[in-house]
C-alpha cells in the first residue's frame, strides 16, 4: 500500500533570539517582518479538508469490528451450511453460540495483546495477513485445547469447525483486502493525511526533515513531508506563532511542531502556550529533554524526543462517541421539550411583541463564532445582541415570562437545535457572547488560557453549571472559577463524564437559585 500519509507545513523561522532586541525592548526573536501565507501556500488548507475527518485509530477500530463480524457470519453460515447437509442438530444451537461467543472473547484478547491493529502493522499488507491468519489458527487451536481437557470436542462437528476456519479465514484476509483499498482511495483523495505545521530554524529544519521522512516513522505515523517555502525567508517566531493560530482557527491543524534548542526560551515557552489553545496536539522538539520533562508525555520520533505540550481531546473515536451522544440524546430531548417551547412561544407572543426566538453570536468550537438560538426573554427594544451588557438581578430589560424562562432556563431549551446542528454539544463549556466582559475586560483578555476552552464544543450544560456556576459572573473570582471547571472538563473530557453532568442538570436547576 503506497501511503502520502501525513502533510506536513513547512516554515523556515529564525529562532535565534540573541541576536536583537524587540520594538518593546524586549528579547527579538528574528528578524523583523510579518510571515504571509500569500508567500506560503502549503499553509492553504485543501478543500478536502474542509471535509470529513478520517484516521487510522478510525480505520482500525471499523476493521475490529468487521473482524469480529467475520467470526461470527463465519460461524453462522458454517452451522446453516453444515445443517443443509446434516438434517439435524437445531437443538444444539445453544452450545454453538456459546462456543462462537467465546471464541471471539479470545480471539479480541489475542488480537489485542499482538496489536494488530496498530498502525505500524496496519501499513504493511502482506505482513498483516500472515499475522492475521497465524493469529486466527492460533486461537482456534486454543479453543481445541479447552475442548479437549473440557471434553467437550465431541459435541460439535468437525465439519462445521472446517468450514468455520476456512470461512473465517477467507474473511478476515478480505476485510485487511478492503481496508487496503479504502485507505488508499482515502489517500489519494488527501482524506487520510495528518495535517502538521513545523515550526522551525532553517539549521534545523532539514534535521526534522530527516526525522518525518525516517521509514520507521513513516510506517508508525504515516508522514511525508511537503516542501518548505521557495523564498527562504525567516520571521519572529512569536509573529510565525501568530500565523499558524489564525490559520488553525479556519482548517485545524492535526499537530503543530515546534522545533528548539531552547525549550526554556521565553519567547518559546509563551509561543507553546499560546498554540496550546488550538484544537491541535502540540508537539515540542529537542535534542536532550530537561530532567523534570521526563516521563511527562515524552514520546520517541525517529531518536528524537518529542514533548506531547498538548493533546487534544476531540479526535479519532471520541468525536463519533461525542456525535452520536449529541444526535440521539438531542433528537429524544427535542421531541420531549416540544410541548413545553410550545406553550413558551406562546405566552413570549402574548406579553410582547417581537419574535419568539432570540439569536446571537456566540463563541464556538476553536474559537469560531456561531448563532445561538434561545427563547426571548427582554423586551426586543432593549435588548442587547451583542452580550456586552450582563443581565442583572431585577433587570428592567427582562420581561415577567422572560424572568420565569431564565430562572428555570427553558429558555436555553432552541439550543438543541444547535445541538442537532453541529454547532453545540449536549455538555461543555457554556457558549459566550462575543463581547462578553468581566470586570470590564473582555475575556481572553484577563484570562491567559480562555481560549483553551474552546478545544470541545459549547455546551447546553457543563460541569460548571452543575456546580452552582450559574447566573451573572461579576467578579474575577466567580470568572476564574468557570474557567477552571470548564478546563477540567477539556482536560478530562469522557462519555461517562458527560452522562454524569446530564443526570446531575436537572437537581442543579431546581436547586439552583443563581439564575435570573
Request: overall charge positive.
Amino acid at each position: 500500500m503506497r501511503v502520502r500519509d501525513t502533510e506536513i507545513i513547512a516554515m523556515k523561522v529564525d529562532m535565534s533570539h540573541q541576536r536583537g532586541q524587540d520594538d518593546a525592548g524586549g528579547h527579538a526573536v528574528g528578524a523583523p517582518g510579518r510571515v504571509s501565507t500569500a508567500a506560503m501556500p502549503e499553509l492553504r488548507a485543501p478543500v478536502h479538508w474542509r471535509l470529513m475527518r478520517i484516521s487510522w485509530p478510525l480505520l482500525a477500530g471499523l476493521l475490529a469490528v468487521a473482524d469480529i463480524a467475520v467470526v461470527l457470519g463465519a460461524a453462522l453460515a458454517a452451522f446453516v451450511g453444515h445443517v443443509g447437509f446434516v438434517l439435524h442438530g437445531w437443538y444444539q444451537w445453544g452450545n454453538y453460540l456459546a462456543v462462537t461467543g467465546l471464541a471471539v472473547t479470545l480471539m479480541a484478547f489475542i488480537w489485542h495483546a499482538a496489536s494488530i491493529y496498530s498502525v505500524r502493522i496496519l501499513a504493511k499488507l502482506q505482513f498483516q495477513v500472515r499475522w492475521t491468519l497465524a493469529l486466527w489458527g492460533l486461537g482456534l487451536l486454543l479453543m481445541a485445547g479447552f475442548g479437549f481437557f473440557l471434553q467437550a470436542s465431541s459435541q460439535f462437528s468437525r465439519i462445521w469447525v472446517a468450514m468455520w476456519t476456512v470461512l473465517g479465514g477467507v474473511g478476515l484476509v478480505a476485510n485487511r483486502l478492503v481496508l487496503t483499498a479504502v485507505a488508499s482511495h482515502l489517500i489519494a483523495r488527501g482524506l487520510l493525511v495528518r495535517r502538521v505545521a513545523l515550526i522551525a530554524s532553517p539549521e534545523r529544519m532539514e534535521r526534522m526533515r530527516a526525522r518525518f521522512e525516517a521509514p520507521a516513522v513513516r510506517n508508525l505515523y504515516h508522514i511525508g513531508l511537503a516542501r518548505a517555502p521557495a523564498d527562504g525567508s525567516t520571521a519572529a517566531f512569536e509573529r510565525t506563532v501568530d500565523e499558524v493560530v489564525a490559520i488553525g482557527r479556519g482548517t485545524p491543524f492535526d499537530i503543530v511542531c515546534v522545533a528548539t534548542d531552547d525549550l526554556m526560551c521565553p519567547a518559546v515557552t509563551a509561543g507553546v502556550e499560546r498554540l496550546r489553545d488550538l484544537t491541535s496536539d502540540v508537539w515540542v522538539a529537542f535534542n536532550d529533554p530537561p530532567e523534570r520533562m521526563l516521563g511527562l508525555g515524552v514520546i520517541d520520533l525517529a531518536g528524537l524526543p518529542i514533548l506531547e505540550a498538548e493533546v487534544s481531546p476531540m479526535k479519532d473515536w471520541s468525536v463519533i462517541v461525542k456525535a452520536i451522544e449529541d444526535r440521539v440524546l438531542g433528537g429524544v430531548l427535542l421531541l420531549l421539550a416540544a410541548p413545553i417551547l410550545l406553550v413558551a412561544a406562546i405566552a413570549i407572543r402574548l406579553e410582547s411583541p417581537g419574535p419568539v426566538f432570540f439569536r446571537q453570536n456566540r463563541l464556538g468550537f476553536n474559537n469560531r463564532p456561531f448563532e445561538i438560538w434561545k427563547l426571548r426573554t427582554m423586551y426586543i427594544d432593549r435588548s442587547d445582541p451583542s452580550g456586552e451588557a450582563s443581565t442583572t438581578r431585577d433587570d428592567s430589560r427582562v420581561t415577567r415570562v422572560g424572568r420565569f424562562l431564565r430562572r428555570t432556563s427553558l429558555d436555553e431549551l432552541p439550543q438543541l437545535l444547535n445541538v442537532l446542528d453541529g454547532s453545540m454539544s449536549l455538555v461543555g463549556p457554556r457558549a459566550h457572547p462575543v463581547k462578553m466582559r468581566v470586570a470590564d475586560h473582555y475575556y481572553h483578555e484577563r484570562f491567559s488560557r480562555y481560549a483553551a476552552r474552546h478545544k470541545v464544543k459549547p455546551g447546553l450544560t457543563g460541569l460548571a453549571q452543575v456546580n452552582g456556576n450559574r447566573g451573572q459572573v461579576d467578579s474575577e473570582e466567580k470568572a476564574t472559577d468557570r474557567l477552571r471547571h470548564d478546563l477540567t472538563y477539556v482536560r478530562n473530557w469522557s462519555l461517562a463524564l458527560d452522562l454524569k453532568i446530564l443526570a446531575r442538570t436537572p437537581g442543579a436547576l431546581i436547586f439552583g437559585r443563581d439564575a435570573y
